[in-house]
């Protein structure tokens, strides 16, 4: 009898295990289909850019300066590059070819980052 009632237990636990599993399984899926957003929010924080994101072709990047010193977003290669961004100011580039692009902040050259456009 107390033999059963383990059984019994053990698989209680199991099934609440692939319960929990198939609840969050889903999320888990589209957590990993949004490393490719449609749009995407980098921030400027602490002298960096970040995250370096992965787009598609005709989507828009938006830039937001949290630091309180001014940033400025420029392309490597003069594709684009956004005015001085006091804090809090936002800028906006939509890329609509594929490729990767290096970009970084004139006003502190160490501050490089990309975005990946497929
Ligand atoms: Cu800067």
New binding site residues.
């Given amino acids: 009898m107390k033999r059963m009632k383990w059984v019994v237990t053990l698989s209680t636990t199991i099934l609440s295990t692939v319960v929990i599993m198939a609840i969050s399984s889903p999320k888990l899926a589209v957590s990993a289909e949004n490393k490719l957003t449609p749009g995407a929010e980098v921030k400027i924080d602490n002298?960096s850019f970040g995250p370096d994101v992965t787009i598609a072709a005709g989507s828009t990047v938006t830039w937001t300066n949290h630091d309180d010193v001014p940033?400025?977003v420029a392309s490597d290669t003069n594709i684009f590059k956004s005015k001085a961004l006091d804090t809090d100011d936002r800028y906006s580039y939509t890329f609509t070819k594929p490729g990767t692009y290096l970009y970084y902040?004139p006003?502190?050259p160490k501050?490089t980052a990309k975005i990946v456009v497929r």
């Fill in positions: 002298f940033h400025v902040c006003v502190h501050m």
